[in-house]
Structures are given as C-alpha cells and as structure tokens.
C-alpha cells in the first residue's frame, strides 16, 4: 500500500501544506524524514512545484472527516502538523467561516488524533490571542487572554480545546504563539502583518510602498527559517520537558513598519514608503509589541537566528531581481 523509507521514522501529515508555512514545511520535513513520508494535503488541487511532486500529496477539506481518516488510514499517519487556518485579516471578512475552519478543523484532527492514536499534534497558536488590554511590553506567558478578534478569539479557544484534549484524552499537542512570518518563496495568507513581506516586493518591483499600518506601527515578527526551526523543534522535543502545554510565547526580532522601511533603503536608497492605515490597523494596535518567550528558550531550547538586517539582506537577495513569490492556491469556499 505504500513505500515508506522506514515504519520506525515519523509518518507525518501536514494540512494547510500549500500555504505559506505549510509549503516549507513539506519541504523541510521531506529532506529530513525523506518524501514518502511526509503527506501534503491541500486545500485545492495540487499546485505546479516540487510540493506536488516530491512526496504524496492529498486534497483535503478540513471539514470533511471521512476524508481526513481516510488520509490518516491510507498513509498511516503517526504526526500531524496541522497548519490549515483562515487568518487574522481574512477572518474578519468571514467570521462564520474562520470559526468553522480554525476551530471545528483543529477539534476534528484532534477527534481523528483520539480515533487513531496520532502520537503527536503540532498546531501553531499566534500573538493574536492577545488583545487590547493586554501589557504591550515583553508580553508574558500567562498574561490577559482577550483578543478582538474572531482568528484571536479562535486560537484561544483552540489553545484551551487542545489543553482539553491532553489532559483528558493523553492527546499531545504541541502549539507555539507565531508572531508575523516574513518569507519569499509563498505569499501570504491575508493576516495583520503582511505588510511586511509586501513592503519587499514593492521595493523591488516600483521602489514605493503604500503601507496599510502606521509608521510607528511595531509588531513581533519571525523569519521563515526560524519558524520552520521551531515547529520541528518542538514537536521533536521531550515531552517531558514541555511544561507549559496550551502554546509557548515565541518571537525572534520585533521593528515597526518605519523601521522596515528604514533598513531596506540602506540597500535600495531611492525606495519610498508612504503610511495610509486601514481596518488592519485596529488589529494591530491590538498585539504586543514585543514578546517574552523564556518558557521556549528555558524548556525546549528556543534559539531564534535571523534578526533584521539578517532578514533584510536575505529577503533582498532571494526576491531580487524579479519578486518571484508563488501565489497559493485559492483558500476560501
Ligand atoms: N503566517 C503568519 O504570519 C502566522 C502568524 C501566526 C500564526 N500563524 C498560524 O500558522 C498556521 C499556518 O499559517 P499560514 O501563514 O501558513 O496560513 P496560510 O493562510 O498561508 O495557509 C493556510 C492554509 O489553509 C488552507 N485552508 C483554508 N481553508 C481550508 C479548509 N477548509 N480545508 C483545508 N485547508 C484549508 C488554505 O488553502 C491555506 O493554504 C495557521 O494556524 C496560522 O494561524 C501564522
């Protein structure tokens, strides 16, 4: 029935594979654990790249639960990263559907996770389960949980669904607070902090930029390889040593949208960035502005290794001189 490399290493699922961390995740787990082991279920069809064609790959409705067995079954799947998710921006657009996707998805992997005796669940929270009365400054572990939000509103619900599920069902999930993800190889998803992978491709492609956020707008943010880092990480980690089950604070670097701005003119001095704020604006000024993550760095290690101008020079080096990020495939039903 299938051809894995070997039943002793993971066999592992990814949901949301075609988006922007899904993709390099795929990626990343295939080199390390080899592509057959390693399932991509997206949404839609298969895209046209190395996705589709370096290891198995489904098309899964995360609300669909005969299909989400059938795919667990088929592939004998032991490790779920489930990354499929309406984000923070869109998610406001279609608070029904963000509510069906982000919260009934994750309780029918968990549900399948019992069903099947999955071994391990990696489910990313994120910063947006904070809200506006929430201390903006080094933002703690166990702090006020009360987001404005229907994305923030489900990834807190979902952390405490997944405490549910360990406590009483022996479900080990393990789930990390994403702060925004800057990335070139996939677009992406429609969250709050964009801006800061648009500013690159503006800057590259007309050397202007009109920012949806302030200038002094400052939020938490992640370069792609750290966050590729730390999903594996902690999902490969002791569970013993893992304390703090809901979701971990995690962060690498934090600037605001001038100061984005600021270190890409060191490479392109003739770039430009003007400030026209939107709705998007009132989520952000909801988020901190800077993280405390010692419970990561204490309990499985958490070393972030990109900070900005790191991210500058590479996102600069990779989108250069054409912008080349691939476009998912259309996510909303
Ligand atoms: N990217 C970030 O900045 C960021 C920050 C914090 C947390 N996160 C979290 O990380 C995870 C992955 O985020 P991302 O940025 O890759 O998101 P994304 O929007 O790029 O990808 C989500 C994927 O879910 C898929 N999807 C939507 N509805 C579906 C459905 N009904 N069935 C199956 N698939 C469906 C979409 O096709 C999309 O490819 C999410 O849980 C998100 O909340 C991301």
Redesign the pocket.
């Known amino acids: 029935m299938n051809n894995f490399a070997s039943l002793s290493t993971p066999r592992i699922l990814v949901?949301?594979a075609?988006?922007?961390?899904?993709s390099e995740l795929t990626m990343a787990l295939r080199q390390k654990y080899g592509g057959s082991q390693v399932i991509a279920a997206?949404?839609t069809t298969a895209p046209d790249s190395l996705l589709a064609t370096s290891g198995p790959f489904e098309v899964?409705?995360?609300?669909d639960t005969s299909a989400l067995s059938h795919i667990i079954q088929k592939y004998q799947v032991d490790t779920v990263y489930h990354?499929?998710?309406?984000?923070s921006a869109k998610g406001e657009k279609n608070p029904d559907l963000a509510w069906q996707?982000n919260l009934i998805?994750l309780k029918n992997v968990l549900d399948a996770a019992r069903e099947y005796k999955i071994k391990k669940i990696f489910w990313?929270s994120?910063?947006a389960v904070f809200g506006p009365d929430t201390p903006k400054m080094n933002t703690s572990q166990s702090t006020i949980l009360n987001p404005t939000t229907m994305y923030g509103l489900t990834k807190v619900a979902g952390e405490l669904l997944c405490q549910y599920y360990f406590l009483k069902y022996g479900v080990d999930v393990r789930s990390i607070r994403?702060?925004?993800?800057i990335s070139y190889k996939t677009a992406?998803?429609?969250?709050t902090?964009d801006w800061a992978v648009d500013m690159f491709i503006q800057a590259l492609r007309t050397r202007d930029y009109t920012c949806f956020v302030r200038e002094e707008t400052t939020l938490p943010m992640m370069y792609m390889p750290d966050a590729i880092r730390a999903a594996i990480q902690i999902t490969e980690a002791e569970a013993s040593t893992l304390r703090h089950r809901p979701s971990y604070n995690l962060t690498a670097v934090s600037f605001s949208a001038g100061e984005l701005a600021m270190a890409i003119q060191q490479h392109l001095p003739d770039f430009t960035c003007a400030y026209q704020p939107d709705e998007r604006q009132m989520i952000a000024d909801s988020w901190p502005q800077t993280i405390d993550d010692t419970f990561s760095r204490n309990d499985w290690g958490w070393q972030p290794q990109f900070n900005l101008d790191m991210i500058v020079r590479d996102m600069l080096a990779n989108l250069s001189p054409v912008e080349k990020l691939s476009v998912?495939?259309t996510?909303t039903?």
């Open positions: 949901t949301g075609t988006g922007q961390i899904g997206g949404h899964l409705d995360i609300l990354l499929v998710s309406l984000l996707i998805g990313p994120s910063i994403y702060p925004g993800i992406p998803g429609g969250g902090t998912q495939t996510n039903h």
